[in-house]
Nanobody
């Protein structure tokens, strides 16, 4: 059974930092591209960052480049999102995600809330 469990969300002031974690199970984690998405109220879910299987290649949304860092530990089946210099517009529910199977079905975690406010 595919499972992804996010943690590390919370409330922080602008300029602060948070580190999100996503513990995955039920699939061969080390072979999959892992992604972080976010969804703010009233907005569509958007890709924040993704990391390829070996960790050598990463991609970021323009809005988070230079502030967020995605990393993975294949020995722990865990992907991380270090978020620095947080802004109010980063407020959203953050989801861990991957695609599996011949049809590349996308799977999601339950999400973790990040609130940036003074």
């Amino acid at each position: 059974q595919v499972q992804m469990v996010e943690s590390g969300g919370g409330s922080v002031q602008p300029g602060g930092s948070l580190r999100l974690s996503c513990a995955a199970s039920g699939f061969i984690f080390s072979s999959r591209i892992m992604s972080w998405y976010r969804q703010a109220p009233g907005k569509e879910r958007e890709l924040v960052a993704r990391i390829f299987s070996t960790g050598d290649t990463t991609n970021y949304a323009d809005s988070v480049k230079g502030r967020f860092t995605i990393a993975r530990d294949n020995a722990k089946n865990t992907v991380y999102l270090q978020m620095n210099s947080l802004k109010p517009e980063d407020t959203a529910t953050y989801y861990c995600s991957t695609t599996l199977g011949a049809t590349s079905l996308r799977y999601w975690g339950q999400g973790t809330q990040v609130t940036v406010s003074s």
